[in-house]
């Protein structure tokens, strides 16, 4: 309940960056999202300044993106925003960064087709696998 | 201004039904939504009742849906959301339809991994070849 | 998770149905929504084709709502969408409904001014009293 | 299209700060998100961190909002967001934030009841009256 739920339809901007953790799979990445808009005046479609967002996946979609998505890529991400204000740093500076804690991912059809593989999860074998292999 | 934006989480529950038409390529498909919740009382995660959309896709999207998307796949669909009420037809049934005008859609990572491939557009050519072809 | 999350920008299109039941306050009002866009070829701002939804809200916020809203005001409604299909009348009607479960309700600012009073929950005293003179 | 649209539902931290500008009236505030979540260990409602943005308004919404909230208020707000991020400054401090261009917004009547009034705009006649009054 009163969660912000949001949805950017953008560029993955950084690589993947896939960890194990003892919560289980992470992944997150840098993600770009550029406005588009039409200029009345000039009659053209017109790209607006670009906003960049931490993307952090969880679990199986964790392991799937890092399996699936390359830097550059355009993506679909839905989830949830927050806005984190980090204390500042020994040399007096702030870090605010907008975050968003990934509910779905996909690759935006917009730009081009995608071949999909459907992955039978039976009790996270992938990742109990992937555990015990970097344990 | 004042559209209503959502995005839905669900499964493609019918074939993609694609055309050409004279305004370009134009695919859609019904698509199932179906909420989870935890329930407290019983301390588990339950299936709540299921939405049925109707989802419309314009141009590329089109074009690059009906070439990767088949039924039962996982989905993020990203649009305009409206409810179209239609006239009575002759036995005085009304037709009342939600309805999804796509602007992003992407395989749901969380299900399986997805191999993109960009399709370069240079002025549609896709699109106005299969105009030709069809024509 | 996975609840579909949606932003209504309307006007209210019925009188409030505000009822006391065995779970509590319950209301509900039938709203409607008209996307405005830009018609390029015309180059005047355009009304499209309005969307009606059933919005229904609990607790204090129907109580609330019950006591603030009239038929024809401005709202802005945020909640969880469900497309209801229920089966068919004896006559072989479908009845199909788009409704929103409201999370948060308030006047749209765009459209005039509002003075607040805020209500202090000390267990919804206010519902207890309203249950009891309708008992 | 494109546009990252969001839904906030929080509460008022700074006064609105009001201005007349040569495109019009502007208005902008601090807004304080808290999200709920249910503690399933626990089995309690707890609070999450608190995420700040900015909200802009701009012309009818503005003189509205300013003749309307105050510090502490509940309001629903609905916008594009943007996340700025601001050269350094001459101590080489970097400046983000996250902002919202607001397309309406409205008291969250789970907190409390309003009194709408109607504000009747012919050509903007009150903003042109406070520009007179202004310059």
Aim: aromatic fraction near 8%; hydrophobic fraction near 35%; avoid cysteine.
């Amino acid at each position: 309940m009163y969660d912000t739920q949001v949805t950017l339809v953008g560029h993955v901007a950084t690589q993947i960056d896939y960890k194990e953790t003892v919560n289980g799979p992470s992944a997150r990445f840098r993600f770009a999202v550029t406005p588009r808009y039409f200029d009345r005046r000039k009659d053209v479609w017109t790209d607006g300044t670009t906003s960049f967002y931490t993307v952090w996946a969880r679990r199986t979609l964790a392991v799937n993106l890092a399996g699936s998505v390359s830097v550059g890529e355009p993506l679909v991400v839905h989830g949830r925003l927050r806005v984190r204000d980090d204390p500042p740093d020994g040399e007096g500076n702030r870090r605010v960064s907008a975050e968003i804690d990934a509910t779905a991912i996909g690759h935006d059809l917009n730009r081009g087709t995608a071949a999909f593989r459907r992955v039978v999860r039976t009790d996270h074998p992938l990742m109990d696998t992937q555990k015990a292999a970097v344990g």
